[in-house]
């Protein structure tokens, strides 16, 4: 027998249809949220919407990596102890945690916001591979800078890597990947910090 919604309060009914529409989570489980928030005392609720409201109005992108920052320069890019002529170009934010989770990198990043995917409908100017081009051409010297292409090694990933070395090849900018401890198609999100540790501290030299 179907599972039938019957709620007794349309702004139960509200709630339960605002938190299903979060990635993963489905009617039942949103009910059982709805639920639980009424049991907790009004401040705890009122601080957990005000927390979500200032993710959404108050987060804001990196004018030079795309990291989510708090300010218009992230924490990595503001310190002056990382490397800044290392450049790792990672597909998302995730990526960026992932990698600091190793604790075994000390450059900068840029975040692309997504990988060339014709099937999904994304090109090169969906991403933000227009600003790493112009991020290159601005460094001093581009010959003793690198750039690490740290994007998943399936068609998408290359792809994206090749397009993105035949933009900045001319600069003679050191472009390099990881090596791969990391399988075929795996993504940076799900491999284990040992791992992506080593394929950072390992990596090759892009060869298109």
Do not use: W
Request: glycine share 8%.
């Amino acid at each position: 027998m179907a599972y039938k919604e019957n709620y007794p309060s349309v702004l139960l009914s509200e709630a339960v249809e605002a938190i299903s529409s979060l990635p993963g989570v489905g009617r039942r489980s949103a009910l059982r949220l709805a639920l639980h928030l009424l049991k907790q005392p009004a401040e705890n609720v009122h601080h957990f919407t005000q927390a979500i409201d200032r993710l959404r109005d108050d987060v804001c992108y990196c004018s030079r990596c795309r990291m989510i920052s708090d300010s218009e320069i992230c924490s990595i890019c503001g310190d002056h102890s990382r490397d800044q002529r290392t450049i790792c170009v990672v597909e998302s934010v995730r990526d960026v945690m992932s990698i600091e989770g190793t604790g075994q990198y000390h450059g900068v990043y840029h975040v692309l916001g997504g990988i060339i995917s014709p099937i999904a409908g994304v090109g090169p100017s969906d991403l933000t591979i227009k600003e790493l081009t112009e991020r290159v051409h601005a460094l001093d010297n581009p010959s003793e800078s690198e750039i690490i292409l740290a994007l998943s090694g399936d068609v998408e990933g290359e792809t994206t890597a090749f397009y993105i070395y035949r933009q900045i090849e001319a600069t003679g900018i050191k472009v390099s990947t990881l090596a791969r401890g990391l399988g075929f198609g795996d993504d940076l999100e799900y491999a284990d910090s040992l791992t992506l540790g080593r394929s950072l501290t390992n990596r090759q030299i892009f060869k298109p």
